[in-house]
């Protein structure tokens, strides 16, 4: 078959899919990744063929989201009135609204140029499914969603959009409202979408409930222990497995890392991957305070944040293979995007989550669920007295690295990309 993975968004956004598209090339199918221009080097060493975007407004509106972060973080350096920083949040909040939905309406000539016709197949990131389907259908291409996060309203738990919730009636209630919320942000896309297409326009909103009605498929790339399939989802939903990224083959250490590495104990690696939380400066300040009061060694990373740690025992670094550097770390300070998440699942070392933004708090509690974590540190909330606790507790607590010990064997012997490949074999 002919198959086109669209996905967008950050670096967590399309590393899943490299090791997705890469099982289906390996089947034997034509596999390309449709993503932003700058993932070139991830997907080539995959050996797939790529079709870029060039419009890539997620940086920008990641940036929007740090700003309004930043407006609910006080700060000691020039405390404000509580009046003040309620002006500053709602100000920021709705410069958010307006980045992200013109965010969305960037996407739109860049994906109708992208996807192509004589595709058999089309797989969709959930950013990427409402104009994706669209273009889908108009022509007649079947699609599937592909979606790092649980999309569809349960009783079972909350969207992953809101705090962490067990089960209640009003689950299903939030759910569609945060469905709701989402699909709004595409009201200017989809009327864009429609008038370059040349039909009549339908919401987002409407369009999703068309999908639901016609039980559109979508898998989720996530462990079915982590978050079990709920028993009220209608069928076409399905729980894969994890989709781990592909390893290039002829990637190799930095020099720097593995001499520090083999020099002393295992670190603590402390990265928020795109995320920006804030002050640079400030935070690597927080994470060298918190690191030599609990007298741990640190691996920094980078990010789009532009952390940087000059200390003993600490070393900063740009991009290092998660499924290279984790496994050899005493913990993981991360923001709980789902791809780190899975990763330090996978390592088999506790975490301590930082969360940012949308599903990260979500995926947060869910780490103190499994009690692969013991306590979640909201961005917002970060000192470096809060982070040495964090970090004493994580690596002092024997419980906690027994339970992330047992959780990586049990995802060892999942197989998602596999499932999605025998669900698309079974299309042909």
């Not at 496994?327 to 940012?356: E, I, N």
Request: net charge positive; aromatic share 6%.
């Amino acid at each position: 078959m002919r198959i086109q993975v669209i996905t967008v968004g950050s670096t967590g956004s399309v590393a899943p899919y490299t090791g997705l598209a890469h099982r289906l090339l390996s089947e034997g199918h034509a596999v390309e990744i449709v993503t932003h221009a700058k993932f070139a080097p991830m997907v080539a060493c995959c050996g797939l063929g790529m079709a870029p975007l060039e419009a890539d407004p997620f940086e920008a509106l990641i940036g929007a989201h740090s700003r309004a972060t930043g407006a609910a973080r006080p700060s000691s350096a020039s405390p404000s009135s509580p009046r003040s920083l309620q002006v500053q949040t709602l100000k920021s909040l709705r410069s958010l609204v307006r980045t992200t939905e013109q965010a969305m309406l960037s996407l739109v000539d860049a994906l109708l140029t992208a996807v192509d016709p004589k595709a058999d197949l089309i797989l969709l990131s959930t950013i990427a499914a409402p104009i994706g389907a669209a273009i889908a259908r108009y022509h007649r291409i079947p699609a599937m969603g592909v979606f790092l996060q649980p999309d569809v309203p349960t009783a079972e738990f909350s969207p992953c959009t809101m705090a962490w919730r067990g089960p209640s009636r009003t689950n299903r209630v939030r759910g569609h409202a945060g469905n709701t919320l989402f699909d709004t942000l595409y009201r200017t896309a989809m009327r864009a979408v429609h008038t370059r297409l040349g039909v009549d326009h339908r919401s987002a909103h409407r369009l999703r409930g068309i999908r639901e009605r016609n039980q559109w498929p979508i898998w989720h790339g996530y462990s079915p222990w982590v978050v079990p399939r709920p028993a009220d989802w209608r069928p076409g939903l399905h729980v894969s497995g994890y989709w781990w990224p592909h390893e290039c083959p002829n990637w190799q250490p930095p020099t720097l890392v593995r001499d520090f590495l083999a020099a002393g104990p295992p670190p603590v690696l402390i990265g928020f991957g795109s995320m920006m939380p804030g002050d640079p400066e400030e935070l690597g300040g927080i994470a060298a305070r918190a690191l030599r009061r609990a007298g741990l060694r640190g691996v920094v990373q980078s990010g789009w944040a532009g952390l940087s740690v000059v200390d003993d025992d600490v070393i900063t670094v740009g991009e290092v293979p998660h499924s290279w550097l984790m496994p050899q770390t005493a913990a993981v300070v991360h923001h709980a995007g789902a791809g780190t998440t899975a990763a330090g699942l996978r390592a088999g070392v506790p975490a301590v989550p930082v969360p940012v933004m949308t599903d990260q708090p979500w995926w947060a509690a869910r780490l103190v669920q499994l009690g692969v974590s013991a306590e979640a540190v909201p961005c917002t909330e970060l000192t470096a007295a809060r982070l040495t606790d964090a970090l004493t507790r994580t690596t002092q607590d024997r419980a906690l690295s027994r339970n992330a010990a047992a959780a990586a064997v049990r995802l060892a012997q999942e197989d998602g990309a596999g499932a999605v490949a025998r669900a698309v074999a079974a299309l042909g």
